[in-house]
Nanobody, 121 residues
Framework: QVLLVESGGGLVQPGGSLRLSCAAT????????VAWFRQAPGKEREFVAA????????TYTDSVKGRFTISRDNPNNTVYLDMSSLKPEDTAIYYC??????????????WGRGTQVTVSS
């Protein structure tokens, strides 16, 4: 079991930037894939981005391409989501999750508790 803790959420103005962190304990995440999801009130949980065991393996949902960047810092067992050009539509609770590269986008093994991101003026 991997324990995941998200941080970095908060209130940001439209067009602003924010960095979310996903810190893992219990085992190393260097050999497994990590994904970010988000869920707004009344909406279904949505896949956002994922990074594989190789940092060169990344994928993004269309709505965040060019604005969000996922990366990993293996020595600190942490994955980041750098968000820029934020829009009110990005407002949601953001969760990180882990799994295999093949399954992390659909059926992750473990989830964090989430961190709230609010984009508003």
């Amino acid at each position: 079991q991997v324990l995941l803790v998200e941080s970095g959420g908060g209130l940001v103005q439209p067009g602003g930037s924010l960095r979310l962190s996903c810190a893992a304990t219990g085992r190393t995440i260097s050999t497994i894939a990590v994904a970010w999801f988000r869920q707004a009130p009344g909406k279904e949980r949505e896949f956002v981005a994922a990074v594989g065991w190789s940092a060169a393996l990344t994928t993004y949902t269309d709505s965040v391409k060019g604005r969000f960047t996922i990366s990993r810092d293996n020595p600190n067992n942490t994955v980041y989501l750098d968000m820029s050009s934020l829009k009110p539509e990005d407002t949601a609770i953001y969760y990180c999750a882990v799994g295999s590269w093949a399954n992390v986008r659909t059926t992750p093994r473990d989830w964090g508790r989430g961190t709230q991101v609010t984009v508003s003026s």
